[in-house]
């Protein structure tokens, strides 16, 4: 496709190829999917689209949009990019340029967040006043979209539309205005409108390492510690409870699906500030962040957090490792006393027994490299197991049925084609022998022998017919013997073609 519109600022992916269509004069769905993406399965996506890469080549001429630019400024990924781990993000970056098949909804956590996005379409009816003075023409902003808030950063309250995107699964919907009888407009009070402008923040945030969540772990263990929330080791989360409460009413956080009771165990609230073990949607940060620190900006809260030292297992086992240098007879004297439990217990029995337990875990800390080699050279060799099954017996009780089967079945046979898989689901236990053919040379045999093969049952069926239709008195038409026998032309196989044409049918 030419004349690829170049994106305007915080415009969606998904309004730049709409607006492609418009100006192709382009009305077909599948049409306007072969000439931008050469692919006619894609999936309009408003949030996270994917198949970047073809978008990319298309503005190629104008010397910037790589598939990152894209991703990060007409996505909503900065919104998840911060929060997942760095392996994470940069699968989904990979699969966001060519094909995820709805993966990267499922990476980033957007399908199993307590933040639903809605499909349906919201515009703010200033935005788009300022876009037709400056731009002529109307688009989908991204700042209109954030999932769990229907909120404009600028002006307030969103139109939201009774359509959305999912109405039509391969239709990219162009931006118009509409009438006040198609849309309703969103509630908005001032601490929504708070975290809209700060969540708005979170689109410029640019292109850089995710912490894990070791370093998002001590963060917040920070954070409660610097406002003297924690007693020792442990957070005082009613008083976490109170601050978030202080700042957020409860019902603007009912509104947002976020509301914790601070008597129940359970909760994002509580489980932001213990270990993390997995991403939390970038509302929640933002509700923290805005309670504890109003006065910091995403990206610099989001620099601190990388700056914090993550305790990798790397690090712990250097820290062994230079911990044993030191200590080399308490080393030896370990591996002396776990090698006479091995040699007189057996690794598994030697493990189980109550010296052994402590022995073990210390060894598995300190020198697991010795141990695993120690323990490998004294497994207890597994004796081979009996055969449990009588195939031969099996092979012989399954040929004498098939036997039987077949000698049931009429000359003038008009039922299904006599397969391997027909002939084996009449047995009992068809599925044992099915997988065990290899151990069954007699059942193999008669299956090779007996099987009708795909020629031999449309002559078949063929014959049938014509042998039914002359009973009847009927004349054989060629096209009523084909109707009759249930073949179709393109189905028909060369054999059975000659057959059809040497009846010399009329």
Not at 57 to 62: E, F, I, K, N, Y
């Given at each position: 496709m030419r004349n690829f519109p170049v994106p305007y600022p915080d415009e969606l992916v998904y309004s730049m190829v709409a607006r492609a269509g418009i100006y192709h004069g382009i009305t077909s769905p599948k049409q306007l999917l072969d000439e931008v993406f050469e692919n006619r399965k894609m999936i309009a996506t408003l949030d996270l689209p994917c198949h970047l890469q073809p978008i990319s080549?298309?503005?190629?001429?104008?010397g910037r949009y790589s598939v990152e630019e894209l991703v990060y400024q007409h996505t909503l990924f900065p919104l998840y990019a911060p929060f997942v781990t760095d392996t994470h993000k940069s699968r989904a970056l990979q699969m966001m340029a060519g094909r995820s098949q709805g993966a990267v909804h499922l990476m980033l956590g957007v399908a199993a967040s307590r933040i639903q996005s809605s499909d349906r379409f919201r515009y703010c009816p200033e935005c788009i006043k300022n876009q037709h003075q400056h731009y002529g023409e109307y688009f989908w902003q991204r700042n209109w979209?954030?999932?769990?808030?229907?909120?404009?950063?600028?002006?307030?309250?969103?139109?939201?539309?009774?359509?959305?995107?999912?109405?039509?699964?391969?239709?990219?919907?162009?931006?118009?205005?509409?009438?006040?009888?198609?849309?309703?407009?969103?509630?908005?009070n001032e601490e929504l409108l708070r975290l809209a402008i700060y969540a708005n923040k979170f689109l410029n945030i640019l292109p850089g390492y995710s912490p894990d969540f070791e370093q998002w772990t001590s963060f917040y263990r920070d954070l409660a510690s610097d406002f003297g929330f924690?007693?020792?080791?442990?957070?005082?989360?009613?008083?976490?409870?109170?601050?978030v409460h202080a700042c957020f009413h409860p019902s603007t956080l009912m509104q947002l699906n976020l509301y914790t009771d601070s008597a129940a165990e359970t909760g994002w609230l509580k489980g932001i500030f213990r270990k993390?073990?997995?991403?939390?949607?970038?509302?929640?940060?933002?509700?923290?962040?805005?309670?504890?620190?109003?006065?910091?900006?995403?990206?610099n809260v989001?620099?601190?957090?990388?700056?914090?030292?993550?305790?990798?297992?790397?690090?712990?086992?250097?820290?062994?490792?230079?911990?044993?240098?030191?200590?080399n007879e308490h080393l030896r004297s370990q591996r002396k006393t776990w090698q006479k439990l091995v040699l007189q217990y057996g690794v598994l029995k030697a493990r189980n027994r109550s010296p052994g337990k402590a022995l073990y875990a210390w060894l598995y800390r300190n020198d697991k490299s010795w141990l695993m080699a120690f323990n490998s050279e004294h497994k207890a060799q597994r004796k081979k197991?009996?055969?449990?099954a009588d195939w031969h017996r099996r092979d012989l009780v399954a040929i004498r049925q098939l036997r039987d089967l077949i000698q049931g079945i009429e000359t003038y046979y008009a039922g299904p084609r006599i397969s391997a898989n027909f002939l084996l689901c009449k047995l009992q236990q068809s599925s044992t022998i099915e997988k065990n053919l290899d151990k069954l040379p007699l059942v193999r045999m008669f299956l090779q022998r007996y099987t009708e093969t795909i020629t031999e049952y449309?002559?078949?069926?063929?014959?049938?017919?014509?042998?039914?239709?002359?009973?009847?008195?009927?004349?054989?038409?060629k096209w009523l013997v084909m109707r009759k026998a249930g073949l179709s032309q393109e189905r028909l196989r060369p054999d059975v073609q000659i057959v059809l044409n040497e009846l010399q049918l009329f």
């Open positions: 080549s298309l503005l190629q001429s104008t979209f954030f999932p769990g808030l229907a909120v404009c950063p600028e002006h307030g309250s969103l139109s939201i539309l009774t359509n959305g995107s999912g109405s039509h699964r391969h239709h990219f919907f162009a931006m118009t205005p509409q009438s006040p009888v198609d849309c309703e407009l969103s509630s908005v924690c007693r020792g080791k442990n957070i005082n989360h009613g008083e976490v409870h109170e601050r993390h073990r997995k991403a939390f949607s970038y509302l929640e940060h933002a509700i923290i962040w805005q309670s504890f620190m109003a006065e910091f900006k995403p990206e989001i620099e601190r957090v990388r700056q914090i030292k993550s305790f990798t297992k790397i690090v712990f086992e250097n820290t062994a490792s230079s911990t044993l240098s030191t200590d197991p009996e055969l449990k449309q002559i078949r069926r063929l014959t049938n017919t014509c042998v039914e239709m002359i009973r009847q008195g009927e004349p054989l038409k």
